[in-house]
């Protein structure tokens, strides 16, 4: 019988992260200070960052260590994650193709997030901060993030974005279950906050505008203050590649080569944790033949319509410019539930890539990526997150067409969240109330 499930014993986990940087074919542009236009450097974003985090930003070696009290956190919140084979997935849709899946929704906060915010409060802590800053979209980075500072004793103040702070109400919950302190964003909490809802008192909220709170909380702490991103930043997509590594090591475990990988793409943490050790070994020459496809909201879709230019990653300009696929700091996406993928732009990383031909990216609407979220929980009993669920319809998409050409491909696809703190969304799924939001 095929197996339904790999998993890895504890000694498998990775020991090192990989860094795509070593591997481009061409370098990533440089980050530009938001007042000189200038490249910046190490010391621009102290303000910000422990030393331990900007070197591993500009760091060009192929893999780093991964600290031995960071594994094992990892460990503990339930690394390695197994990777499932979607049988009765296939059984449905009639497929010959094989569809499989990695688990990161089996984390205690029940994302992919824990693997980048147990590392950054690891760094921070040893550089003797006590407090850190960030934004959250949907709810699972802040989760994440509040996790790991319970872990190292560090305290998390989260600028949730206000239309996903009403939408889910227990994301908040289980933050300050985890003792951090959670505003819903734009807030009276900072200058920018009043001055945009000055303007709009009603306000959504926006990743871009929950980033500016951050980073002014932090600027103006007077050093008390670090700030933390959850996604997009070099160091930020090293620390996920766990993902990706485990994945290569479980699919070899079955003499499997993935014809398509596949994420869900908001700022690029959960796609290129997922794709990047793959995508190594294509630069490499190691791995021919497979497709990696980012899959975006139709209400957010930077890489598919964006403009690849310089832009800033937050609404009120206050960091370096990022080479990357935007569509406007100063966008503002519907209230999507996917609150995750409402980013303006990505990592200039993966942008590279894209821009070099060598990713894809599709977009879907709200409906129909909860219908896959709806089909994936009756035929294989887990509920995905809103925006796992983008990847889902993507995955189903493909083997669909597998069917109508007759093709065995080996489909994979990075199951980031559950969505068990989603379940309004997909109670007005159910109940026909639920709108594309941006028509």
């Known amino acids: 019988m095929d197996p339904v499930k790999v ?16 591997d481009l074919p061409e370098p990533v542009a440089p980050p530009l200070h938001p007042g000189t236009g200038q490249p910046i450097g190490p010391q621009d974003l102290a303000p910000l960052f422990p030393m331990g985090l900007i070197m591993q930003e500009v760091a060009t070696e192929r893999y780093i260590d991964i600290p031995e009290e960071v594994r094992e956190m990892y460990l503990r919140i339930g690394r390695p994650t197994p990777l499932y084979r979607a049988k009765r997935l296939e059984a449905h849709l009639k497929t010959p193709a094989k569809i499989f899946f990695k688990r990161e929704d089996v984390s205690f906060a029940g994302s992919h997030k824990p693997n980048t915010a147990i590392a950054q409060a690891y ?12 934004e ?33 109400p227990y994301r908040k919950t289980l933050m300050n279950l985890y003792g951090a302190e959670v505003i819903s964003s734009p807030s009276e909490r900072t200058d920018f906050g009043k001055t945009v809802l000055a303007k709009s008192p009603n306000h959504p909220g926006s990743l871009g505008i929950a980033i500016s709170e951050a980073i002014e909380t932090a600027a103006k702490s007077g050093g008390t203050v670090k700030y933390s991103l959850g996604s997009v930043l070099n160091h930020v997509l090293l620390h ?34 997922f794709i ?26 930077k890489l598919t319509k964006g403009e690849y230019r310089y832009d800033f990653g937050d609404t009120a300009g206050m960091t370096p410019k990022l080479l990357m696929h935007t569509l406007g700091h100063d966008f503002i996406p519907s209230p999507i539930h996917a609150g995750g993928l409402r980013y ?36 294989e009993g887990i509920v995905p997150a809103p925006e796992s669920s983008h990847a889902i319809r993507a995955a189903i998409d493909e083997a669909v067409v597998c069917k109508e050409k007759k093709e065995e491909k080996t489909i994979v696809f990075n199951l980031s969240g559950h969505g068990l703190l989603d379940l309004k969304g997909y109670e007005d799924y159910m109940a026909g109330n639920l709108t594309n939001g941006y028509k």
């Open 136 to 168: 959250t979209g949907a709810g699972q980075w802040g989760t994440a993030l509040a996790l790991a500072g319970s872990f190292f004793d560090i305290g998390i103040t989260v600028f949730m974005v206000g239309a996903s702070f009403r939408q889910k």
């Open 344 to 379: 303006h732009g990505g990592a200039p990383a993966l942008c590279k890539l894209k821009k070099l031909g060598l990713t894809e990216s599709v977009f879907y609407d709200q409906l129909s990526t909860f219908e896959a979220g709806a089909l994936f929980a009756r035929v």
């Open 240 to 273: 996920q590649t766990v993902i990706g590594e485990e994945t290569l090591i479980q699919l070899g475990k079955l003499d499997e080569k993935p014809d398509v990988m596949i994420g869900c793409f908001g700022g690029g943490s959960n796609f290129g944790g």
């Open 123 to 134: 760094y921070n802590m040893k550089e003797g901060v006590e407090r850190i800053a960030t």
């Open 7 to 22: 998993t890895l014993q504890p000694e498998e986990m990775p020991k090192k992260w990989y860094n795509v940087l070593a």
């Open 276 to 301: 990047l050790p793959a995508m190594g070994k294509t630069l490499r020459g190691e791995m021919k033949g497979t497709r990696f496809v980012a899959v975006e909201p139709e209400a957010c879709p």
